[in-house]
């Protein structure tokens, strides 16, 4: 049993602060001897569907158990239960990564528990989080007006870029339609179109589901060679919608598409989303971190001109899931969209108007203090580690590209701008296929896939926090050996 | 400077285990520190705007930073930038409480760093998730349907009732309209409807907004004198609404409003929306956590008859936020509903059928492990330790309610049914405004407010969990005190 403190009155099951110093040190220790063994696992968890739940009691205990038997069922159930996304030799979908100073901070904010909907419910968690966004849009070279200290743009903290998209998307409904549809509905307000390239996010189709516009009227704009959106086939979906009495809401640019870190070209879009004054949202939660580093900073041309702006430090910046970076040029669009106050939310600083009160900014009412964990990755790395191991993971993906390129049997099937490289077994899926389900099935590595151009591809994702050139090298002798055995 | 492990070919600026090792341990006890004297602070911070954010760099530093000097600026900044939401004299809002095992089990989730957003991308996280909600339905005695060992029915965490009764409204919305909203747009769909008390939380307008159905088309049907929904005028407004042509889609019950804890009457609401065939929602978000004890199951009543529900363990069962539990009895109808499988999702065990992919369950694509802090909390305490606690705050809240009744000066403003008094001077709203500034201007304690019948009340919510009747009791004597001064 856990050591259960006795007031005057009556008994406590409450973990002291003197058993939380024990306890929180064992837990420490455990992810410590975790991350230092982290390579003796199978990357991808070898569990069989209903594996873990069968290993486990079916029903809660009537009594307290102490901390121990729940560490002890980590070892026994849930470590070999994971897919190990911290793993160096983790390349599937895209890097999760994390670092010491983020897995602090966000053990800071669960230790502080503190509530941040409004500025008056814990000043701080607003103020930080306000702060460590212009500190990031610095570091980006972001646009001065996405800026909290510009006169009309701010920033907040999403769970996640399908978060952010549904937001704006929701201030560009309402903008769009003089808030009609949060109003009247819907019904009211006809039909309104949503654009994105082929290649755009699935959260965009998702957004566009939840917030009723229809998903028929979502067009999926036409990609050139390099897989980015053509904006002569945007201009010519808006020119077709609206001479069909269509209201266009928002366009969605991507900064590194998800299946090939395809770049979105800006400039030409926002010229397009101006003549037709359609909202702009860029999507750069996969490759934004990229812009740290000043000769990776083309990818953003034309941002400026953009309504809207997403990152995701919780991918390639070393915090921990979730923190997405949501920049908007017009606070207000947002807030007025999504502001209701409730007479128990009432207070003398909101009515001031000097403060943010980010529960109008986001889905959920409640927040954490997800400020914490930015701020101390940002302290902890300062600009320069930051960009150092933003150039590292860059340069060792440009390297697999030279072995790809000079190996016969494979070839590229994707520009490789940054740190995601896509090929494909000459021979076509099948052979692609099976060297992937070699090394995804030896543990040695973890590999994901997506089609170009209808043709199965391997993803190469180089961003985890672990990954060193050593283990993009060893992934790829695996697939060499594999494609050997063909 | 931190320690910086060189690797054999390039520097490194990662924390290295042994390096978070050390470092955790200061955090860890930084937390317990601050818990030990948490009485010692004003429970409102006293900064004014800004100040948190001017006591701060400007900028981001080119160099890292020592873990040593962002705990320091916790110290001098950031502490005394918060309202205490776990001091025990914290009764604001609605508990926001947390323990030991939570914040440790937040811990975890972050140190092991996976995505749960589908089965395969780590079976554990989803296993365990879909069994410790299994498990808290059997603590609340949920009705079986709910459960996801069920024939249809299933449950996810999600960030917050926000969220929750978001995902219920779409869900609703496209069972209602055949899945013609999601594809075709609102447009398409004619006028839908939804429905609440007038005391419902602000999040079902937030998510009717959001939805695209239109807040005009949201109904805030009357309450009864216990501030609880007056079924009547619910099938009142429902026979309107069909009349005019419209489709209702979903009516959302509350069980514990937040302005004062009122309990929809479950088994009425739901013979109504029977009849009418449209989707109960009930939003148990504040109160449902006392559903733990027998003695206070009647509060569920009917819920069998409901089509979703959600509970927060992060509100009232020791839990961080974020952890709101959302059940469902048709998980196809929310599955259907936020579906969306691009090809570099797709996997092998998705498409067996035998798996759950939470990401079909959410507004956000990624998830973090949250079912790890559930899990320690449920174990940690035991049945009966839960139970205990929520006992005595219940008891605490019915003590308070004797002393206003024993107090002339003061009168109950509703019913107080858990753990939530609502009261006023019986002078009016400027004396019952000074009592309640006085306390929290003296920073003993944190009171919130609301209005009922237009007139203002004092809310303590009692529900921390370092929260005894002593604390209680000290603050009702600092309003006496005050009351004696007016």
């Given at each position: 049993?856990?050591?259960?403190?006795?007031?005057p009155?009556e008994?406590?099951?409450?973990?002291t602060?003197?058993e939380?110093?024990r306890?929180?040190?064992a837990?420490?220790?455990?992810?410590?001897d975790?991350?230092?063994?982290?390579e003796?696992?199978?990357?991808?968890?070898?569990?069989?569907?209903g594996?873990?739940r069968?290993?486990?009691?079916?029903s809660?205990?009537?009594r307290?158990?102490p901390?121990?038997?729940?560490?002890?069922d980590v070892?026994?159930?849930?470590?070999?239960?994971?897919?190990?996304?911290?793993?160096p030799?983790f390349f599937g979908?895209?890097?999760?990564?994390?670092?010491?100073p983020s897995?602090?901070?966000e053990?800071?904010s669960a230790?502080?528990?503190?509530q941040g909907m409004?500025?008056a419910?814990?000043p701080?968690c607003?103020?930080l989080?306000?702060?460590?966004l212009?500190w990031?849009a610095e570091?980006l070279?972001?646009?001065a007006?996405f800026?909290?200290d510009?006169?009309?743009g701010?920033?907040?903290?999403?769970?996640s870029?399908s978060?952010a998209?549904?937001?704006?998307l929701?201030a560009?409904?309402?903008?769009?339609t003089r808030g009609?549809v949060?109003t009247?509905?819907?019904?009211?307000?006809g039909?309104l179109?949503?654009y994105?390239?082929?290649?755009?996010?699935?959260?965009v189709?998702?957004?566009?589901?939840?917030?009723?516009?229809?998903?028929d009227n979502l067009?999926r704009?036409?990609v050139?060679?390099?897989l980015a959106?053509?904006?002569?086939a945007?201009?010519a979906a808006?020119a077709?919608?609206?001479?069909?009495?269509?209201?266009?809401?928002?366009?969605v640019?991507t900064v590194?598409?998800?299946?090939?870190t395809a770049?979105?070209p800006?400039?030409?879009v926002?010229?397009v989303c101006?003549?037709y004054?359609?909202w702009l949202?860029?999507d750069a939660?996969?490759?934004?971190t990229a812009?740290?580093?000043?000769?990776?900073?083309w990818?953003?041309?034309g941002?400026?001109?953009?309504?809207?702006?997403?990152v995701n430090?919780h991918?390639?910046?070393f915090?921990?899931?979730d923190c997405?970076a949501?920049y908007?040029?017009?606070r207000?669009?947002l807030?007025s969209?999504l502001?209701?106050l409730?007479?128990?939310l009432r207070?003398?600083?909101t009515e001031?108007?000097?403060?943010i009160?980010y529960r109008?900014?986001?889905?959920?009412?409640?927040?954490?203090?997800?400020?914490?964990?930015?701020?101390?990755?940002?302290?902890?790395?300062?600009?320069?580690?930051?960009r150092h191991?933003v150039r590292e993971h860059v340069?060792?993906?440009?390297?697999?590209?030279?072995?790809?390129?000079?190996?016969s049997?494979?070839?590229?099937a994707?520009?490789v701008?940054?740190?995601?490289?896509?090929f494909?077994?000459?021979?076509?899926?099948?052979?692609?296929?099976r060297?992937?389900?070699e090394?995804?099935?030896?543990?040695?590595?973890?590999?994901s896939?997506?089609?170009v151009?209808?043709?199965?591809?391997?993803r190469?994702?180089?961003?985890?926090?672990?990954?060193?050139?050593a283990?993009?090298?060893?992934?790829w002798?695996?697939?060499?050996q594999?494609?050997?055995?063909?």
């Amino acid at each position: 049993m856990s050591e259960h403190a006795s007031g005057p009155d009556e008994r406590s099951y409450h973990m002291t602060p003197g058993e939380f110093r024990r306890q929180g040190r064992a837990v420490i220790d455990l992810i410590a001897d975790y991350l230092e063994r982290i390579e003796e696992f199978p990357v991808l968890s070898p569990v069989q569907p209903g594996e873990v739940r069968a290993a486990l009691p079916g029903s809660p205990p009537e009594r307290g158990e102490p901390l121990a038997d729940m560490l002890a069922d980590v070892e026994r159930v849930i470590l070999p239960g994971l897919t190990h996304w911290q793993s160096p030799s983790f390349f599937g979908f895209f890097p999760a990564n994390s670092s010491g100073p983020s897995v602090l901070g966000e053990l800071l904010s669960a230790g502080l528990g503190v509530q941040g909907m409004l500025w008056a419910t814990s000043p701080a968690c607003t103020e930080l989080e306000t702060l460590v966004l212009d500190w990031l849009a610095e570091l980006l070279a972001l646009p001065a007006g996405f800026r909290s200290d510009s006169p009309a743009g701010g920033a907040v903290i999403q769970d996640s870029a399908s978060s952010a998209v549904l937001c704006a998307l929701v201030a560009a409904r309402e903008r769009a339609t003089r808030g009609l549809v949060g109003t009247a509905g819907g019904a009211a307000a006809g039909q309104l179109t949503t654009y994105c390239s082929a290649e755009a996010h699935s959260s965009v189709e998702k957004a566009v589901r939840i917030a009723g516009v229809g998903t028929d009227n979502l067009r999926r704009v036409a990609v050139d060679d390099r897989l980015a959106l053509d904006p002569a086939a945007l201009e010519a979906a808006l020119a077709t919608d609206v001479a069909a009495g269509a209201t266009p809401v928002l366009v969605v640019a991507t900064v590194g598409t998800t299946g090939t870190t395809a770049i979105d070209p800006l400039p030409a879009v926002a010229a397009v989303c101006d003549r037709y004054a359609v909202w702009l949202h860029v999507d750069a939660a996969m490759s934004g971190t990229a812009a740290l580093c000043p000769e990776f900073r083309w990818i953003h041309e034309g941002l400026d001109r953009a309504d809207s702006y997403s990152v995701n430090p919780h991918k390639w910046m070393f915090t921990n899931f979730d923190c997405d970076a949501f920049y908007v040029a017009d606070r207000a669009a947002l807030v007025s969209a999504l502001s209701i106050l409730p007479e128990y939310l009432r207070n003398a600083a909101t009515e001031s108007g000097a403060v943010i009160d980010y529960r109008d900014w986001q889905v959920p009412l409640g927040r954490r203090f997800r400020a914490l964990k930015l701020w101390f990755v940002l302290r902890h790395y300062g600009a320069g580690g930051l960009r150092h191991h933003v150039r590292e993971h860059v340069a060792i993906a440009q390297k697999l590209a030279g072995w790809v390129r000079a190996d016969s049997r494979f070839e590229l099937a994707a520009p490789v701008p940054l740190n995601l490289v896509c090929f494909r077994h000459v021979d076509g899926d099948v052979a692609t296929e099976r060297v992937m389900a070699e090394v995804n099935g030896s543990g040695a590595a973890y590999l994901s896939s997506t089609r170009v151009c209808g043709r199965l591809v391997i993803r190469v994702s180089v961003g985890g926090t672990l990954t060193r050139a050593a283990h993009v090298k060893a992934a790829w002798g695996r697939l060499q050996q594999a494609a050997d055995g063909l």
